[in-house]
């Protein structure tokens, strides 16, 4: 059918994403006009598609069409109008004027709760079912036939938000295609709406949301989830008569988990937030601290705060609203108010970026008070851990999504387990965040860079928090190695010193530049006379989402997330699927760090879903990537198309490595060993193929035999372990059948190439030789403990070269000679971000990391210069055998 789609909203995106799956043509979208510069979600979905978009602002004025609007309308030649979550009156001349007519989509059972606001009063009069209906439209209030219900139970603590997110939403999508369906193929229902039950409030305004106390408990309950955000219920100034509520029976009662309110049955219920007048919104159980001055009655040793009037000699009187900075105080203000107050309240551990949070004196004085009493308004972290013992210790592993500084189930309560590579069992069920979950961390982020701490805190404060988060992270090292064990293979004293280390390591080198981050001034002569200076500023640009791969899962998080954190950024991480844990972990750490709420999100979840609405969002502004070329171009795509966010991308590797005869045999034995099998060969940057000078080829390969004989393949934990379990089964499977392609090409396999015979995800260290150019192993990654090894002829330079960068990635390399001419001229032909000389997998926090061609473009780590941009940054580590250094840049 040819439908025209009038609505707005996620909820009309998803409609008119499934109209269009379920192959209709969709000849026009009628939405509401931009708001703030920004599209509506359904115009923005369907202009990507080509599809006509109108925004009209209205489409009547004084009750009559707007002739020219159902013009441009009817020219659209719609067989049936769909209107999924339409907020505009629609003349009858248009939802008439189809051969179908026109169906709407309403939250509510019909005929209960007819007009708007329905969910709301879905809640308010306690329904036990609740539900949407399709209907078609007419010119009553909701009053048109229905085609089609669909109904859910109303659970106690469901409030508009849970219980859209829950039900109405996505069946609410799949109930409005249907109905299409029913149109489509004859048979549609038309029942008319009965009058009895019907019901009609009016709409939800703050006029009309007042609370009546005198009820009983689940009636105040039931009408203040029902007034859920908008327009948001109200009552007099609790706060100006400390819990005595006017009109309520018995006072309230102020706990650490909220204010409880008693009905006229004495059954109590429980309020966790209260906003004021001013916008403001606090956690109900900080209702004494964050209140009226009034509420708080100081001692003789907190008046001693008051230092503060002797300190702004300017000001002739301090009072409440008085702002520290704006009356004249600077820095060294701040140091003295500290000192000074420390002098007359020793108990007080006060700081400097205290002053900085709470500038005005009621606020000032509040803050000190909540210190000195031990009530400072911070609430606790609530970890519901997995607890394990292994490896010697207890390991404590949070298991939910991180939004907004706490820990929380997904929507839905949604769930998958993780499985630990060395036996195949599962270690916990982990929160598998949904897309309503990707909106409220980007919300969350968002808010912390808008408008929260983060993006008001000085550059020298964020990486003091940054070298306080790594302090945690080294005092959590042998938990979070041991996590890393566990959950993704590796080898236990490999993830201390890299895994661990280096993410340790790389939250250090960071923190020390967030107060070196500069710009530069221009001399220009455009005008006279020449007293013009122009200057740039580095500002961060946003909220900054990652994803990251499972190789290295903790590390590939430091690695993007500490330079996001130390230009200002805030964070949406989503782990690899199959690796959640030492992210769960660390968020933990950046709480008892003191990164503000929203400055870090974790989202384990699906790359499909979490991934692909991190790509698309409009609030994300930048986007950084680590994983295969194939979803990198599709991450690529969706970045341009939706807002054209920044990104950077770490893609897929082939790296060659070049072995001449002149080397050093025992180095680039050990170091051709490294280059495959480092990590299992779950390795980005691992020599994808070796290649091997013919006189030096066979000695090679017998000396790598020996020393793959050797390889002790085990439990990661095992201390004496040198060879884990693959990640997850999918790899190891395809890792067989990598190596069975290679054997049916032709190529001579050595050793391995098989499963080991024990529990878990074990694969045997493999090697082949003879392996030619055109073959499969030959061009493609296998991203696991395989060494592919050709020959080439003796003193053949250009020949060999031209093979090695045969190929799409552009990673890493690497070269082994004792020619130091030659290993120049090589390292300047090899194709590739890094190039290793007698030496391989040296990377350093310092150093850039990066390629090009398909295998990406960006760079992790070090510092960015502007000429990055237009100039292929290649890096050298070259191993000296002169010199006492290991290596230089």
């Known amino acids: 059918m040819k439908i025209a789609v009038i609505g707005q909203s996620l909820f009309g995106q998803e409609v008119y994403k499934e109209l269009k799956n379920d192959g209709h043509t969709i000849v026009g979208v009628f939405t509401i006009p931009d708001k703030d510069g920004k599209a509506d979600p359904l115009a923005t979905e369907a202009e990507k598609d080509a599809v006509p978009v109108f925004k009209f602002p209205r489409w009547r004025l004084k009750g009559k069409s707007i002739p020219e609007v159902v013009d441009q309308y009817k020219a659209v030649g719609a067989e049936l109008n769909v209107l999924p979550f339409c907020s505009q009156f629609i003349p009858m001349d248009v939802i008439d004027h189809p051969k179908h007519g026109s169906i709407i989509y309403h939250p509510s059972l019909l005929p209960r709760h007819r007009g708007a606001s329905a969910i709301n009063w879905t809640l308010i009069h306690g329904d036990k079912k609740g539900g949407f209906t399709v209907f078609w439209a007419d010119d009553g209030l909701d009053t048109g036939p229905i085609l089609l219900q669909r109904e859910c139970d109303v659970e106690p603590d469901d409030t508009v938000n849970s219980i859209y997110k829950r039900f109405l939403f996505p069946e609410g999508v799949k109930g409005t295609v249907e109905a299409v369906r029913m149109i489509a193929a004859g048979t549609a229902l038309k029942i008319i709406q009965p009058e009895e039950g019907a019901t009609y409030e009016c709409i939800q305004k703050k006029d009309n949301a007042k609370i009546d106390w005198n009820q009983p408990a689940e009636a105040i309950h039931n009408w203040i989830r029902g007034n859920d955000k908008v327009p948001g219920l109200w009552t007099y100034h609790l706060w100006c008569q400390p819990l005595e509520i006017p009109g309520a029976g018995r006072p309230g009662l102020v706990t650490k988990a909220g204010l409880v309110l008693f009905g006229n049955d004495d059954k109590a219920l429980l309020v966790r937030n209260l906003q004021f007048e001013d916008g403001k919104m606090i956690s109900a159980g900080q209702y004494f601290s964050m209140g009226s001055s009034a509420a708080v009655e100081l001692t003789e040793e907190e008046k001693a705060f008051a230092v503060w009037k002797s300190i702004l000699t300017n000001v002739e009187q301090v009072e409440d609203s008085t702002d520290f900075f704006k009356s004249g105080a600077a820095s060294m203000d701040v140091v003295r108010l500290v000192e000074e107050v420390k002098l007359r309240a020793s108990d007080l551990q006060l700081q400097n970026e205290d002053v900085y949070m709470a500038t005005t004196f009621q606020e000032f004085i509040q803050m000190c008070v909540r210190k000195l009493r031990g009530e400072d308004g911070e609430e606790e972290l609530v970890v519901d851990y997995v607890e394990k013992n292994v490896n010697n210790m207890t390991i404590r592993m949070p298991h939910q999504l991180f ?265 680039a034995v050990r170091m051709g060993m490294s280059s495959v099998f480092f990590n299992k060969g779950e390795n980005c940057i691992a020599a994808g193929r070796l290649f091997v000078e013919e006189s030096l080829h066979d000695t090679f390969v017998q000396r790598v035999v020996e020393e793959v004989k050797k390889m002790r393949i085990g439990d990661p ?173």
């Not at 004792?818 to 971000?833: H, T």
């Open 717 to 889: 934990l095992d201390r004496s372990t040198d060879h884990g379990p693959q990640n997850h089964k999918a790899h190891m499977d395809k890792l067989v059948e990598y190596a069975n392609t290679g054997v049916k090409e032709g190529a001579k396999l050595i050793c391995g190439g098989k499963q080991v015979g024990r529990p878990g995800f074990f694969f045997e260290p493999t090697v082949f030789t003879n392996v030619q150019d055109n073959m499969f192993i030959a061009k493609e990654e296998s991203f696991g403990p395989i060494m592919i090894i050709s020959k080439f002829k003796n003193g053949d330079v250009d020949g060999v070269l031209k093979r090695a960068n045969d190929t799409e990635f552009g990673l890493a390399s690497g070269v082994f000679t004792r020619d130091i001419s030659k290993a120049l001229y090589v390292s300047e032909k090899l194709k590739a971000g890094t190039v290793f000389v007698n030496t391989y997998n040296k990377t350093d926090v310092a150093a850039p990391f990066g390629g090009f061609k398909q295998s990406g473009f960006g760079k992790d780590l070090g510092m960015k210069d502007s000429a990055h941009a237009c100039l292929i940054n290649v890096v050298l580590f070259i191993y000296l055998f002169i010199l006492p250094v290991s290596c230089i840049t």
């Open 403 to 667: 939004i907004n500084g706490e820990y929380v189930d997904a929507e839905g309560g949604k769930t998958y387990k993780t499985i630990n590579p060395t036996d195949g069992e599962p270690i916990c069920d982990v929160s598998l965040a949904q897309i309503s979950d990707v909106e409220k961390a980007v919300s969350a982020a968002k808010e912390a860079f808008d408008e929260g701490e983060w993006g008001k805190m000085n550059p020298r404060d964020r990486g003091r928090l940054m070298y306080r988060l790594a302090d945690l992270m080294e005092q959590h090292q042998e938990e979070l190695a041991t996590i890393e064990s566990i959950d993704s293979g590796a080898v236990y004293t490999l993830a201390l010193k890299t895994h661990v280390g280096m993410s340790i390591q790389t939250f250090r080198y960071f923190a020390g530049w967030c107060d070196k981050i500069q710009g530069c001034t221009i001399p220009i002569n455009q005008a006279r006379p020449n007293r013009n200076i122009t200057f740039t500023k580095k500002e961060p640009v946003g909220v900054c989402a990652i994803v990251i791969p499972w190789n290295y899962p903790l590390m590939m998080l430091a690695w993007k997330t500490a330079a996001c954190l130390a230009a200002g950024n805030t964070v949406v991480l989503k782990p690899a699927q199959v690796t959640p844990l030492t992210a769960l972990k660390f968020a933990e750490l950046t709480v008892r760090a003191g990164f503000p709420k929203g400055v870090v999100n974790i989202l384990p979840g699906s790359g499909f879903l979490v991934g692909q609405r991190l790509s698309d969002h409009p609030d994300i502004r930048k986007l950084g990537f680590t994983g295969s070329t194939e979803i990198g171009k599709q991450i690529m795509k969706s970045c341009a198309v939706s807002n054209v966010k920044k990104v950077s991308l770490e893609l897929g590797g082939k790296s060659p490595l070049i072995i001449f005869s002149d080397c050093d045999l025992d180095k």
